[in-house]
């Protein structure tokens, strides 16, 4: 059983270009999140799908974001018009349901608008 | 609102000591959970300890125990018998019944010495 996992890892652009980003959850959760962590803060909630459904997006998700799960298995998070506070770590994690629902952490892809 | 807190930004312990690193949060939900995660210098959140609102015990997974006072509202992770390896953020956060989004406080640097 493989974990989550992120590509890529690390991400270079110039301001205003578009970026996606793809996360692989474990393969038996249906749960998938999407959490941004700048330099000295914590995690903080961008989206979540329940299987293919987008069920809850944060306010910091401007409409610049946006953020697939077709088929409920993978998700892709795309940036357009990419602006340097919008340099950060982009985290995906997963959980299953029922009970507790730890979720588990992908790498991270690091982005930094240049 | 859901806020968490973790008043020390950085702890030191001696190799084999036990440590304490502190939370506290606020919530109105009646359910929620509580989860402590370990960030090491790589950036992978890994998932350490879970403690449910309703919980009797408190929890614990190895060298790791949560103090949970639900009066006081705190949630503090214990490592016990500490390791270089242990060297790492370590974050504080919430989900409550409601909703499945994570709110994660600001982390605690944990540094280890021989």
């Known amino acids: 059983d493989t974990g989550v996992s992120q590509d890529p890892r690390h991400k270079i652009t110039k301001r205003g270009q578009n970026v996606t980003f793809r996360c692989d959850p474990i393969?038996?959760?249906?749960?998938l999140y999407w959490y941004r962590q700048t330099l000295g803060q914590g995690p903080e909630f961008l989206t979540y799908?329940?299987?293919?459904?987008?069920?809850?997006k944060s306010r910091l998700l401007s409409d610049r974001f946006s953020a697939e799960r077709p088929k409920g298995s993978f998700s892709t998070l795309e940036i357009q018009r990419t602006e340097q506070g919008d340099s950060a770590m982009y985290l995906c994690?997963?959980?299953?349901?029922?009970?507790?629902?730890?979720?588990?952490f992908g790498p991270g892809t690091r982005l930094t608008v240049t | 609102a859901q806020k968490i807190t973790q008043t020390q930004p950085g702890m030191f312990v001696q190799e084999k000591e036990a440590v304490t690193l502190d939370c506290t949060y606020d919530?109105?939900?009646?359910?929620?959970?509580l989860f402590w995660y370990k960030q090491p210098s790589s950036g992978e959140m890994i998932f350490l300890i879970y403690?449910?609102?309703?919980?009797?015990q408190n929890a614990t997974e190895g060298r790791y125990s949560l103090n949970f006072q639900k009066a006081r509202k705190s949630a503090n992770l214990v490592i016990s018998a500490s390791q270089l390896g242990d060297s790492a953020m370590y974050f504080c956060?919430?989900?409550?019944?409601?909703?499945?989004?994570?709110?994660f406080g600001t982390g605690t640097r944990l540094q280890v010495f021989p």
């Open positions: 994690a997963s959980s299953g349901t029922g009970g507790r629902y730890e979720q588990y």
């Open positions: 393969s038996e959760h249906n749960r």
């Open positions: 799908f329940q299987n293919e459904a987008q069920l809850e």
């Open positions: 919530t109105s939900d009646p359910s929620y959970g």
């Open positions: 403690q449910g609102s309703y919980d009797q």
């Open positions: 956060a919430m989900g409550a019944y409601n909703t499945d989004k994570l709110i």
